[in-house]
């Protein structure tokens, strides 16, 4: 199995506090919460993308946390990994570290940057049926203003027609997820959980 998260932000007091005012006592009870969250879902042998943003911890505290966390890892680097990348703390931890990486999930490309990108790779392939072949799954902005005005892009995007190959007029796909681990819990999910998840948080309706 495969599970994508952005921006655990472990060991950042600030962001508990103040932006994301995440509701905890302090960083351990954070750090904690955030750990069983992520090991009651993911067992040994699954496969964990962190989009961004791992930890605010020492090079010591972020090597002892890996080491606590369930899967086979996958970094994406974020602007706060600087720790994972510079210092190697527990780099042999990771498969690999990459600012940019595109996958292949279940027949589906998965476009994966820690920043949104607006125009992405593949963002007008379809299957047969209609249904996105693409998704864009990022982080970096978390629940913010600026998550807001992505909203508002995807939503003129998807209401803005085009002439496709064929000729035919169509709305121009934009399949674009905020992995922000405060939407799910703190629990790595799935793409399909996160498209299912996406869909609810912003009324969605197919």
Known sequence: MRYYIADLHFFHAALNQKMDCRGFAGVEEMNEYMIAKWNGKVRKNDDVVIIGDLSWGSAQETSALLERLNGRLY??????????????????????????????????????????????????????????????LYGHVHDTQDQRLIEQFQEITRSTTVTNVKGEEQYIPCNMINCFCMYSDYEPLTLDEWIELDKKRRNYVD
Request: aromatic share 12%; charged share 25%; glycine share 6%.
């Open 75 to 136: 970094l994406i680097m974020g602007n706060h990994d600087a720790v994972l990348f510079n210092k190697k703390a527990g780099a042999d931890r990771f498969v690999w570290m990459k600012p940019y990486e595109e996958l292949s999930d279940n027949r589906r490309k998965v476009i994966l940057c820690h920043y949104p990108v607006m125009c992405y790779n593949g963002q007008y392939r379809m299957d047969k049926e209609g249904n996105p072949k693409t998704y864009m």
